[in-house]
């Protein structure tokens, strides 16, 4: 009998999902126009000159951001710029050729070199050879905080002590005091995965949330502290707590409804929403996120490792989309109430 009642309810569940997934798919961009890491206006005109071996672009880009004192965007084209110039280098060359002391170009070069460096076997003496090149680039910028988080960054990865790495946080926050990468770098490194523990990370972003304006990225960083907690074994004062982790989700659905559906900009904060709403199993929370995130994916949440699923973050991201497409379909009633039939309970109802 029980065998009998798993099948049916099996069944039930197919049919469930077959019927109502066409009507679920309609509210969310289709598959061939969802992008990953999809560059922005100012950016992506740098990038295609790049590729035909331009800089100018580029350098104006940046340029321009210093001046203007944009942080965030600068933070974001310099990672972006110094990932292309990694398989494609040739204008970043000639840019430094033709401008040795230009500061955009060492800060991207740095950039460049510390990626490089992450990503040897031999990491932490790759990053310490590199310590000269970062700590002059982020003391001759007096008001950019971006190369202090590249320093942060650098420092996590050359297993600098917690009395360096508190002196660059000051630094860091001095120049701007809710710069979004800078927080995620501190949070990183104050993580159980690094040196510090879930109870810290968690500490670190809720506090740095509540101090920052109600659109800042920052607020989101408990959000991120959830997804790295949720991903490691237990540490020593236990798994993540599961409140913790539910304001956090609470406080980045807050976050991601105050932007417009499709906005590039908090793109990376409602993928890693999204992923963790899924991880946690909240469906209807997650099918919410995955339409306002329109056709941007992005790498990061997605990429992280998982035995079951696709290599290509692309591809993961849309095996996220339909798991919770059939998820909600499965569970949707096969018949609801029809046009002004009354519920149970209801007026008219029993």
């Known amino acids: 009998m029980h065998s009998t009642m798993s099948l049916l309810r099996a069944l039930v569940g197919t049919l469930r999902s077959a019927r109502h997934a066409p009507r679920r798919a309609a509210g969310l961009v289709p598959d061939d126009d969802v992008l990953l890491d999809a560059p922005d206006g100012r950016l992506a005109p740098a990038l295609v000159a790049a590729a035909l071996g331009d800089q100018e672009p580029a350098a104006k880009l940046l340029a321009t951001t210093r001046d203007a004192g944009e942080w965030e965007d600068r933070d974001r084209y310099v990672i ?3 990932a292309f110039a990694q398989h494609r280098g040739d204008w970043l060359t000639r840019w430094l ?16 070199s510390v990626r490089r460096a992450w990503e040897s ?9 590199l310590a000269p090149l970062v700590q002059d680039l982020a003391g001759e910028a007096p008001h950019d905080p971006v190369p202090w988080r590249l320093a942060l960054d650098h420092a996590r990865g050359a297993h600098a002590g917690p009395a360096v790495f508190e002196s660059l946080w000051e630094q860091a926050v001095r120049r701007s005091p809710h710069h979004y990468g800078c927080h995620v770098a501190a949070l990183k490194y104050l993580s159980a995965q690094w040196y510090g523990s879930h ?7 809720e506090q740095a949330a509540d101090d920052a304006a109600p659109d800042s990225l920052v607020r989101a960083l408990p959000v991120r502290a959830a997804h790295d907690g949720l991903r490691m074994p237990p ?6 707590p599961a409140g913790r982790v539910d304001r956090a989700v609470v406080r980045a659905l807050a976050l991601s409804a105050s932007f417009p559906p499709g906005d590039p900009w908090p793109a990376e904060v409602r993928n890693l929403l999204a ?9 209807a929370e997650a099918w919410e996120e995955f339409g306002r995130i329109g056709p941007y994916a992005t790498s990061f949440p997605w990429s ?7 290599e290509d973050p692309l591809l993961r991201f849309l095996a996220a989309r339909d798991r919770v497409r059939g998820e909600l379909a499965r569970r949707t009633p096969l018949r609801g109430p029809g046009p002004g039939t009354a519920e149970r309970g209801g007026p008219g109802g029993h």
Request: glycine fraction near 6%; proline fraction near 9%; charge should be negative.
């Open 80 to 82: 972006r710029l110094a």
């Open 97 to 112: 050729s033709d401008a040795p002391g230009d500061p955009d170009a060492l800060l991207v070069t740095a950039q460049l």
């Open 121 to 129: 076997p031999a990491r932490a003496e790759r990053l310490r050879e």
């Open 199 to 205: 109870r810290a990370a968690f500490d670190f972003a």
């Open 235 to 240: 540490g020593p004062e236990g798994s993540v």
């Open 275 to 283: 992923h963790v709403l899924v991880e946690r199993e909240h469906w």
């Open 304 to 310: 992280a490792a998982r035995d079951s699923a696709p």
